[in-house]
Structures are given as structure tokens and as C-alpha cells.
């Protein structure tokens, strides 16, 4: 149990289950997140033991996709980290591969508007390294009856702000998150397109795309959102 010292935190909206559901067991268990000793840890907390629940460890989101059935006792435990350049569209994901999982997303970092955002599109829980032992036990405690979280986020202007940035960083393509990175990192459309293995030509509209969709007129307010949000 020190283990988990670092480890936790949640933040919920609910999504209306009641507590007359009871305890779920969880048939199937599906992890795309890329460190063991966390998830090790879970595990312990909700009680799941590998020797008699499948558990199954991806190597990202592709894996993830279609890993396990579509169930409500199907729990799929996802951090952002694992999903390569896809980042808060990998919810939109998720949730088109499973519309009856429940879903478990973990942040490496106390971010409430990442949890707001991820609350609104098909989260159930959210747990956040960052927090305590007993409010990982909480969670736990809620993933284990089923019950999504009642806590609502507190929707201070910032929260809203950046879960309004993480729904449209959610609109980037694969490789536009990729290039928009790129810019983050200084690189030149030349550059880019060596990288990719592109033309300058695609490079640029790629990045008109990217600053029609973050409602950006100039390369560097995109920059200025990648820099504060990935």
C-alpha cells in the first residue's frame, strides 16, 4: 500500500446510476496505461486479481479499440499518455468502439479541465495521480459499486476555458496533432515535411486546417495553445 503515496484522485460528474446497482464484477479489464506500478496498484485497490479476472495490458489505443467486449462489465482504464498524438480525441474514440464500457481515465497531472472535458464525453471516472490514498480508495470504492462519481467539477472560468481547448484540440486528425507538435517544437514547415514525409505544400494546409480549427488567425496563437495544453 505505499505504493500508492502518489497516487490517486478523481473528479466526477454523474452520469445517473443508482446505488441500487449494487457491486459490479468486472468480467474483463483492459489497460492502456504506461506505468505498471499503477496499475498494479488499482487493481489492488478495486480488488481485481489477475489470476481470475482477464486482464489485459495494450500497448496503446489501437490495441485498446478492440481489445475487449462491449459490456457494462467490460472496465477499460485509459491515460491519455498511451494514446500516441490523439491526446483528448481519444475519448471520441473510445467511446465509438464502446458504447456500454465503463471508462476510467487517468491524468498523470491535476487538470480539472481535462476532467471536465473528459466528464462531458464518456468518461466515468477520473483519477488523478496527483491525489491522496483515501481519495483513490473513494474512487475505488464507486468504480467497484458501478456508480459513476457525483462530484460535480467546479466550472471556474479557467476549468472552462481549457475544456473548451481540449474540445477542439479533440477536432485535430492524427496528423494534424502531430504537425501542431512539430510547430510546438520550433520545427519549419520544411522540416515537417521531411518528417512526415510530406510535401510543403500538404504541410501548409494541414496547418490552415489546424488554426481554422483551434479558431486561431496566426501560427503562433496555435503554438501559444500547444504549449500550455500538450
Known amino acids: 500500500m505505499l505504493l500508492l503515496d502518489d497516487i490517486g484522485g478523481e473528479v466526477r460528474r454523474g452520469l445517473g446510476h443508482s446505488a441500487e446497482q449494487g457491486s459490479v464484477t468486472y468480467r474483463t479489464v483492459v489497460l492502456a496505461?504506461?506505468?505498471?506500478?499503477f496499475t498494479e496498484c488499482l487493481l489492488n485497490m478495486l480488488g481485481i486479481k489477475r489470476e481470475y479476472t482477464p486482464v489485459l495490458d495494450c500497448a496503446g489505443l489501437e490495441q485498446l479499440l478492440s481489445a475487449a467486449p462491449d459490456?457494462?462489465?467490460?472496465?477499460?482504464?485509459l491515460n491519455l499518455d498511451a494514446t500516441s498524438s490523439r491526446g483528448s480525441a481519444a475519448l471520441n474514440d473510445v467511446r465509438k468502439a464502446y458504447k456500454?464500457?465503463?471508462l476510467v481515465l487517468i491524468c498523470d497531472h491535476t487538470d480539472d479541465g481535462l476532467a471536465h472535458y473528459a466528464l462531458g464525453n464518456g468518461a466515468d471516472w477520473v483519477i488523478y495521480k496527483t491525489a491522496s490514498v483515501s481519495e483513490l480508495r473513494s474512487i475505488s470504492k464507486r468504480i467497484k459499486s458501478g456508480i459513476s462519481d457525483e462530484y460535480i467539477v467546479a466550472e471556474s472560468e479557467e476549468v472552462l476555458e481549457r475544456s473548451g481547448l481540449y474540445s477542439?484540440?479533440?477536432n485535430l486528425t492524427p496528423k494534424q496533432m502531430t504537425i501542431l507538435r512539430y510547430l510546438r517544437d520550433g520545427l519549419l514547415n520544411k522540416q515537417i515535411a521531411y518528417e512526415l514525409g510530406l510535401t510543403e505544400a500538404t504541410v501548409k494546409h494541414h496547418i490552415s486546417l489546424i488554426l481554422k480549427k483551434l479558431n486561431c488567425y496566426r501560427r503562433t496563437q496555435a503554438v501559444a495553445i500547444a504549449n500550455r495544453m500538450m
Open 33 to 37: 496505461e504506461p506505468h505498471p506500478i
Open 71 to 77: 459490456r457494462e462489465d467490460t472496465l477499460l482504464v
Open 100 to 102: 456500454h464500457a465503463r
Open 168 to 170: 477542439k484540440l479533440a
